[in-house]
């Protein structure tokens, strides 16, 4: 009896054995399908209220997650529905770099200006995807004019009335609140709320110079205008029509752009600004939290 309870414990040692070398290769670390791309954390933390379904496509070699009955694969973080996937390469990453600091002109290399004058170029501007809409027609419900103008509220900001996306209002006025409690003691914050001509937001339409849609076109940007807007450098492309060859290096105190104070109440509530694109966009703010907080700016 005793005999045979050892030969059964080793025919049963033998099969885990095998069972556990067939089970190596499946487990080895060049195979990632129990990982998610951990980036995909900073999207759930910026947006808590979205579920993220997730799961390993084999076929595809490549996860897939699914957004409000959208389905997306992770396409090295593109976020692209299958029918994007085939133009990948087009498209930037949702996460990108976003800085703490604005570019400063006078610290541009010649190498450096003239990647800017290629990329800002008509012919490669209208060719630039840019980001890709599907995860944002997912989280905003945007596919379409119809299914966003469901969403759009009209809101008070600043004195102004808005059209925004009705999931940016919390943080908005929250931002709001911020700029407000700072006026109290910044008198240059106080004259900027004072001299405030217009604040736009939602605005079906594509980007001017590409093929991409516009983020007024989710109601998540905002553009703020100062009196006398068109009279100042405010905006590269307008900037660029007056000095083709050197708009992209007018220092920073020749353009037109809200007090630091007021940059910072937006970022800390999840929103980042135009002004530190190589682009500039000084009048533009863009509610992306899962960018605030990839680059740790809040």
């Not at 450098?233 to 020749?254: G, H, K, Q, S």
């Not at 600004?273 to 682009?279: A, F, H, L």
């Amino acid at each position: 009896m005793i005999r045979d309870f050892f030969s059964h414990r080793g025919i049963l040692a033998s099969v885990v054995f095998i069972f556990i070398q067939s089970c190596i290769p499946f487990l080895s670390a060049e195979t990632p399908v129990f990982f998610e791309p951990p980036q995909l954390h900073i999207l759930r933390n910026a947006y808590p209220d979205i579920i993220f379904r997730t799961s390993y496509d084999f076929e595809a070699d490549d996860w897939k997650i699914e957004i409000s009955g959208i389905t997306m694969y992770w396409a090295d973080g593109k976020m692209l529905t299958a029918a994007n996937l085939n133009n990948k390469d087009s498209f930037w990453p949702v996460l990108y770099k976003y800085t703490k600091e604005i570019p400063d002109p006078q610290a541009f290399t010649p190498e450096h200006i003239q990647e800017i004058r290629s990329f800002t170029a008509a012919e490669n501007r209208r060719t630039q995807e840019g980001t890709s809409p599907d995860f944002f027609n997912a989280v905003y419900d945007s596919a379409t004019r119809l299914s966003v103008e469901q969403h759009i509220t009209q809101i008070q900001f600043l004195g102004k009335r808005i059209n925004v996306h009705e999931r940016i209002v919390e943080p908005l006025c929250s931002v709001e609140k911020r700029i407000q409690a700072l006026a109290e003691t910044d008198a240059d914050v106080q004259k900027f709320i004072d001299t405030l001509a217009r604040v736009d937001s939602y605005n079906w339409r594509e980007i001017g110079d590409r093929s991409s849609r516009s983020f007024h076109s989710y109601g998540i940007a905002v553009d703020i205008l100062p009196e006398g807007w068109s009279q100042k450098n405010i905006y590269w492309a307008w900037r660029r029509d007056i000095d083709p060859e050197n708009w992209m290096v007018l220092p920073l105190e020749r353009r037109w752009m809200p007090p630091e104070q007021v940059i910072e109440a937006f970022e800390k509530e999840g929103f980042i600004w135009g002004g530190k694109w190589i682009v500039w966009d000084n009048m533009h703010f863009e509610y992306h939290p899962e960018l605030v907080d990839y680059n740790h700016i809040r």
